[in-house]
């Protein structure tokens, strides 16, 4: 019996340090609700990207190329932490082009990242659909539930509404929107300004990504502004 007990007990410490050691994986502090608060609306701490174009104003994460030309994609790489299971939530606006949220993506060096985009663009074309950056492409368009087959093409299996109402639901260049996304195992959702735009269930295990780090994009091409605030991450068990 002692040895039952005893065993069980180094079980439940085990237990209690690998859960410790999944908390301490994620640097930043919480809020009221339990959810880590990734930007702190003075300056990029915990943030990494290229000086020229990203900064903070006015207590926004600013990205522009207004003031510098970037040749390709560059991006703002959190350094917090690896998303694994989560929802996330972040205000944004963008005042023209295209700009996108990068989870579960990979780090390629030199402020250049691929994989999942919940994709937004100033004319509202993108805006809501699930992209793949440097990957597959286009996964979902707006009011789709795709599901993606072992190399496979997307097949849209059903629908999260109606695409047009959803749009409608957007605001245009240079008002605020939130976006939240929750990953589970291979299940991607986006919400924008409370409407699912696309529901995904990724079953290429050769193309997924299961984690993976979260970064915010700045787009090659005409000269742009995006911000963003109250990013915040909840960890899903």
């Keep these: ?84 299971d989560f929802e996330l939530r972040a205000m944004w606006r963008l005042e023209n082009h295209n700009s996108g949220i990068q989870y579960r993506s990979k780090d390629m060096g030199n402020f250049v990242v691929g994989g999942y985009q919940a994709d937004m663009d100033g004319s509202n074309t993108f805006t809501g659909i699930l992209y793949e950056e440097r990957g597959r492409g286009i996964l979902a368009q707006v009011g789709q539930k795709v599901e993606l087959a072992e190399e496979g093409k997307p097949k849209v299996v059903g629908a999260t509404g109606d695409a047009k109402e959803i749009k409608a639901g957007i605001k245009k260049a240079g008002e605020w929107n939130e976006y939240v996304i929750t990953c589970k195992g291979n299940h991607l959702v986006q919400k924008l300004n409370g409407n699912v735009t696309v529901d995904i269930t990724d079953n290429d295990s050769k193309k997924r990504a299961m984690e993976g780090i979260l970064a915010l994009q700045l787009h090659a091409g005409e000269p742009m502004l995006v911000q963003f605030k109250e990013i915040t991450l909840k960890v899903l068990e």
């Excluded at 085990?14 to 959810?35: H, S, T």
């Excluded at 702190?40 to 104003?57: P, Y």
């Excluded at 006015?58 to 959190?78: C, H, P, Q, Y």
């Design 1 to 84: 019996m002692k040895r039952v007990i005893v065993s069980s007990l180094m079980m439940m410490l085990m237990g209690a340090v690998v859960c410790w050691g999944e908390e301490k994986k994620i640097d930043a502090p919480k809020n009221d609700e339990g959810a880590y608060v990734l930007f702190n609306g003075k300056d990029l701490s915990g943030w990494e990207g290229d000086g020229k174009f990203w900064s903070v104003k006015d207590g926004l994460i600013t990205g522009s190329t207004r003031e510098n030309k970037t040749n390709g994609n560059t991006f703002l790489i959190w350094r917090g932490g690896v998303l694994k």
